[in-house]
């Protein structure tokens, strides 16, 4: 009997060892183990992204900066014609074109052109990259101000931010500009850095309110670190990424804003040498002379768009979330 109901039991299944598992649908940590392929297996779109400074864009526009951040710095370098753009003049040359000996022409005042175009950079640049450092701290300071501590300090801060963006750029930048005869490159980076500041400090404070709330910042409140250590060494670090991204995007932006405004006569003036001062005398010679305005603005072209595309690469590198 007992036989009988040992051969009714219906025999156990045994897993065919040679059969395939599906690599989807099998648990893995219960006895299957995950194929080593699938457990490597990246997501899809995600590709490996090499070091910043190897990609073309990065390249070319850190390439443009470097050199023209080199040219105001040691003009002498690349002038033709020694270390005075005013050496060397021939008043009987007066707005001759191109030639092997003058390769961008002569200017009014029978110099060499190449030498005034290279010493006109240090002014441009000069302007530049002052005002956005001024505006950067500025920002940092009082964005990390208003987003850590809130309430009427952020009040009073934002308020600030909003009668200042009340004021369009260029215009204030003019009103200020008229109140001096003699304008000077520091005249010019006063009256810019007065209202260049209110974009980035919004900017630091929606950055220091995303990180002034994690575990770090809360664990080092609790250890009884004061307010200044904790912004100092917690909430600044990490929150400047986004801000200097956004400034180093606006130094072709304040490079601009100098040439426009020296162009219609209320930035630089003589004996300062820029490329705003250069295109503003070649507008009464465009059809004798037009080297005079052609190669002045190439200089202006192409160093405004370095700088925007080595902010724009940093921007895809550091901040990808700013896109």
Known sequence: MSQNTETNQAPESVADPLAPTNPITAPTGVGVPAPASFARRKPAGKTSRGPVWLKPRFLISGSIVAVML??????QLFAGFGSDPGAHCDILKTNQGPSAEHIFGVDIQGCDYYTNVIY????????????????????????????????WVDTIISRACDMAFGLP?????????QLFSQRTGWTVIFALALFSWPGGVRFMRSSVMEVRNREYVQASRLLGASNGRIIAKHIVPNSLTP??????LGIGGVISAEAGLTFIG????PPSVSWGLQLAAAREYISAAPHLLVFPAIFLTITVLGFVLFGEAMRDEFDPKGK
């Open 266 to 269: 209320i930035g630089l003036t």
């Open 70 to 75: 080199l040219m105001a710095a040691f003009p």
């Open 243 to 248: 801000l200097l991204v956004l400034q180093t």
């Open 169 to 177: 750029f260029i215009l204030a930048a003019i009103v200020v500009l």
């Open 120 to 151: 006109g950079a240090r002014a441009s640049i000069l302007v530049g990259i002052v005002v956005t450092a001024i505006s950067f701290v500025i920002s940092a300071i009082l964005g990390s101000l208003a987003g850590y501590f809130g309430g």
